[in-house]
């Protein structure tokens, strides 16, 4: 199985920080990541597919990055609507895995 | 708009079995497979698998093989989860999810996702 480990767990951050998430894979996958925000008590909602597509719809400050085994979360200037818990998922093979989480927090 | 609707909180005994439904509108059912992932109470996400509802075929996740039963009815674009001998560590949100896939592109994960379905495991 593919391990995704995912960076930091949680971190306090302020409106307008530039906000930065990091998803290592234990091999290559590479580009078959997506990036999932979700916000207490709601289902995930996909920010990012193919490790940089942006999902019709979602702000441009949500930018992802990466290939192989490193990927990146960037959050340009964080608003107050973008605090949640963001994962990662690779789906380059079965089964698919997600890495832990990382919690946005209002500093 | 593409939708999964999931059915409603469930209250299981320890041993008995669960089924959950999610039924798919807005897309052609058949055309993508679906997933299912489960969240235990301020966990994170665990994959339990994949249908794909134009043939049937499925794939499971190890720690659910022998427990877990994905299938479909396609006459009312439905999905269904059935999770058997329930313990307190099924106690979980279940959720559906799409999964698109392009011959020349590849798969377009988890998009959208069902509303999701509280599964309670208490004696």
């Known amino acids: 199985d593919i391990q995704m480990t995912q960076s930091p767990s949680s971190l306090s951050a302020s409106v307008g920080d530039r906000v930065t998430i990091t998803c290592r894979a234990s091999?290559?996958?590479?580009?078959?990541l997506g990036w999932f925000q979700q916000k207490p008590g709601k289902a995930p909602k996909r920010l990012i597919y193919a490790a940089s597509t942006l999902q019709s719809g979602v702000p441009s400050r949500f930018s992802g990055s990466g290939s192989g085994t490193e990927f990146t979360l960037t959050i340009s200037s964080l608003q107050p609507e973008d605090f949640a818990t963001y994962y990662c998922?690779?789906?380059?093979?079965?089964?698919?895995?997600f890495g832990q989480g990382t919690k946005v927090e209002i500093k | 708009q593409v939708q999964l609707v999931q059915s409603g909180a469930e209250v299981k005994k320890p041993g008995a079995s669960v089924k959950v439904s999610c039924k798919a509108s807005?897309?052609?059912?058949?055309?993508?497979?679906i997933n299912w992932v489960r969240q235990a109470p301020g966990q994170g996400l665990e994959w339990m698998g994949w249908m794909n509802p134009n043939n049937g075929n499925t794939g499971y996740a190890l720690k659910f093989q022998g427990r877990v039963t994905m299938t479909r009815d396609t006459s009312i674009d439905t999905a269904y989860l059935e999770l058997v001998s329930l313990t307190s560590e099924d106690t979980a949100v279940y959720y559906c999810a799409r999964e698109e896939y392009d011959l020349w592109s590849g798969y377009y994960p988890f998009d959208p996702w069902g509303q999701g379905t509280l599964v309670t495991v208490s004696s």
């Open positions: 998922l690779q789906y380059d093979s079965y089964p698919r895995t």
């Open positions: 807005g897309y052609s059912f058949t055309s993508s497979e």
């Open positions: 091999q290559g996958i590479r580009n078959d």
